[in-house]
């Protein structure tokens, strides 16, 4: 018995030291993080604590940060392995961190701990909100941006707190106001390409009518302020006597406008006469203006019927053979004209095809022995030019036309 036992010993203490010589041999080939002596976490090499890595490393509890070869609690921020770049809270990969974080290359958006290639939209941290393309800051973007709160304006890659104006996204133009998208704001703004009407902070392509700024009273045409405008506007404070698109509060007199008659004081207009009978013997004799005399919008409309337009040339004494060749009425003038264009209107060919001038008139009338009519022809150039007809004593066409 006493044998047996012995010989038990000694095979205990020859495993005992086999299994030593193995645990050693074993450690001499690991890496990665273990205890140390010292009862800290460190990163070791072939067995050895290896301090000169700094970057991460995983053990049974997840993914750490190290620093000179020991997990670094303090750490907060960015770092990367083959697998791509994460972010670290305290030492620890944080899989909840959604937001910006940054390194040496700039900028970055993560989300769930993971740098997210794919974002792209606004971010924030304590300096302010930021822009990011494909997951990097991106310093060059300037335009509308949006998050939880609502639309923002961006200034390279800033929200600009500071802007009030016209944006532009996919969807349409919008009203700015300190940086924000104003959904109250109903009025006038603009742009490098004019001035536009705004209702709610949106832009209102089909608006026709007045609005105003700090500089005055305007009329807008499809959401477009129309400088073309000659005419009679209307709001809740009545009706308003309009020369180049803005009411004219110097202009007292007569004007028409689309069949009606109004008496204008300082700009201010009355409705005197009403009638659907064009009547062009209505004019205000003060005013070299056409459109404070003469009703376009017989002519500025598709509706126009061509009897109407042969019955208008009738009444005020011509004859429409008289038209039917305009080359004939160009060689009787007694003056030349310096430069003319010729083309057809696409809306009015039966009436321009008398004329032969071309583009929108911007500012012309002819006055036959003393009675007007407007003949919206297009011109590019300016002329004055005396006819004298058979049937026709005198007929003065003038003309002052702007390019367009």
Same mark, same amino acid.
Request: with cysteine; glycine share 10%.
């Given at each position: 018995?006493?044998?047996?036992?012995?010989?038990?010993?000694?095979?205990?203490?020859?495993?005992?030291?086999?299994?030593?010589?193995?645990?050693?041999?074993?450690?001499?080939?690991?890496?990665?993080?273990?205890?140390?002596?010292?009862?800290?976490?460190?990163?070791?090499?072939?067995?050895?604590?290896?301090?000169?890595?700094?970057?991460?490393?995983?053990?049974?509890?997840?993914?750490?940060?190290?620093?000179?070869?020991?997990?670094?609690?303090?750490?907060?921020?960015?770092?990367?392995?083959?697998?791509?770049?994460? =972010? %670290?809270? #305290?030492?620890? @990969? !944080? +899989?909840?961190?959604?937001?910006? /974080?940054? &390194? $040496? *290359?700039?900028?970055?958006?993560?989300?769930?701990?993971?740098?997210?290639?794919?974002?792209?939209?606004?971010?924030?941290?304590?300096?302010?909100?930021?822009?990011?393309?494909?997951?990097?800051?991106?310093?060059?973007?300037?335009?509308?941006?949006?998050?939880?709160?609502?639309?923002?304006?961006?200034?390279?890659?800033?929200?600009?707190?500071?802007?009030?104006?016209?944006?532009?996204?996919?969807?349409?133009?919008? =009203? %700015?106001? #300190?940086?924000? @998208? !104003? +959904?109250?704001?109903?009025?006038? /703004?603009? &742009? $490098? *390409?004019?001035?536009?009407?705004?209702?709610?902070?949106?832009?209102?392509?089909?608006?026709?009518?007045?609005?105003?700024?700090?500089?005055?009273?305007?009329?807008?045409?499809?959401?477009?302020?129309?400088?073309?405008?000659?005419?009679?506007?209307?709001?809740?404070?009545?009706?308003?006597?309009?020369?180049?698109?803005?009411?004219?509060?110097?202009?007292?007199?007569?004007?028409?406008?689309?069949?009606?008659?109004?008496?204008?004081? #300082?700009?201010?207009?009355?409705?005197?006469?009403?009638?659907?009978?064009?009547?062009?013997?209505?004019?205000?004799?003060?005013?070299?203006?056409?459109?404070?005399?003469?009703?376009?919008?017989?002519?500025?409309?598709?509706?126009?019927?061509?009897?109407?337009?042969?019955?208008?040339?009738?009444?005020?004494?011509?004859?429409?053979?008289?038209?039917?060749?305009?080359?004939?009425?160009?060689?009787?003038?007694?003056?030349?004209?310096?430069?003319?264009?010729?083309?057809?209107?696409?809306?009015?060919?039966?009436?321009?095809?008398?004329?032969?001038?071309?583009?929108?008139?911007?500012?012309?009338?002819?006055?036959?022995?003393?009675?007007?009519?407007?003949?919206?022809?297009?011109?590019?150039?300016?002329?004055?030019?005396?006819?004298?007809?058979?049937?026709?004593?005198?007929?003065?066409?003038?003309?002052?036309?702007?390019?367009?």
């Amino acid at each position: 018995m006493k044998r047996l036992s012995k010989i038990l010993l000694a095979a205990a203490v020859v495993l005992v030291m086999t299994m030593g010589l193995s645990a050693k041999a074993d450690a001499a080939e690991w890496s990665g993080l273990a205890v140390g002596d010292d009862g800290q976490w460190h990163y070791y090499t072939d067995g050895s604590v290896d301090w000169g890595y700094t970057g991460m490393a995983w053990n049974e509890y997840g993914w750490w940060y190290v620093t000179n070869g020991s997990i670094d609690f303090s750490y907060t921020g960015m770092a990367s392995n083959e697998n791509g770049w994460f =972010y %670290f809270s #305290n030492g620890a @990969l !944080d +899989w909840n961190y959604t937001g910006m /974080a940054s &390194n $040496e *290359n700039g900028w970055f958006y993560f989300s769930n701990g993971v740098l997210d290639w794919g974002y792209n939209g606004m971010a924030a941290n304590e300096n302010g909100w930021f822009y990011f393309t494909n997951g990097a800051l991106n310093w060059g973007y300037t335009g509308m941006a949006s998050n939880d709160y609502g639309w923002w304006y961006i200034t390279n890659g800033v929200l600009d707190w500071n802007y009030t104006g016209m944006a532009v996204n996919q969807y349409d133009w919008w =009203y %700015f106001t #300190n940086g924000w @998208l !104003d +959904w109250g704001y109903t009025g006038m /703004a603009c &742009n $490098e *390409n004019g001035w536009f009407y705004y209702r709610n902070g949106h832009i209102v392509w089909d608006y026709t009518g007045m609005a105003c700024n700090e500089y005055g009273w305007w009329y807008f045409t499809d959401g477009y302020l129309d400088m073309y405008f000659n005419g009679i506007g209307e709001n809740e404070y009545g009706y308003w006597y309009y020369r180049n698109g803005r009411i004219d509060f110097g202009y007292s007199g007569k004007a028409n406008y689309q069949k009606k008659t109004y008496q204008v004081t #300082n700009g201010a207009a009355t409705l005197i006469f009403h009638s659907e009978n064009y009547d062009s013997s209505i004019r205000d004799t003060a005013s070299t203006d056409y459109a404070e005399k003469y009703d376009l919008s017989a002519f500025n409309t598709a509706m126009v019927s061509q009897t109407q337009v042969y019955s208008r040339l009738q009444k005020i004494g011509l004859n429409l053979s008289e038209l039917t060749n305009p080359s004939v009425a160009k060689n009787a003038a007694e003056s030349a004209i310096d430069s003319v264009f010729w083309k057809r209107s696409k809306h009015f060919s039966f009436i321009f095809r008398t004329i032969n001038y071309i583009l929108h008139c911007a500012d012309p009338f002819i006055q036959i022995q003393g009675s007007p009519v407007i003949m919206p022809f297009p011109t590019i150039f300016k002329f004055n030019i005396q006819f004298s007809r058979r049937l026709v004593s005198s007929l003065r066409i003038r003309c002052s036309c702007q390019s367009l």
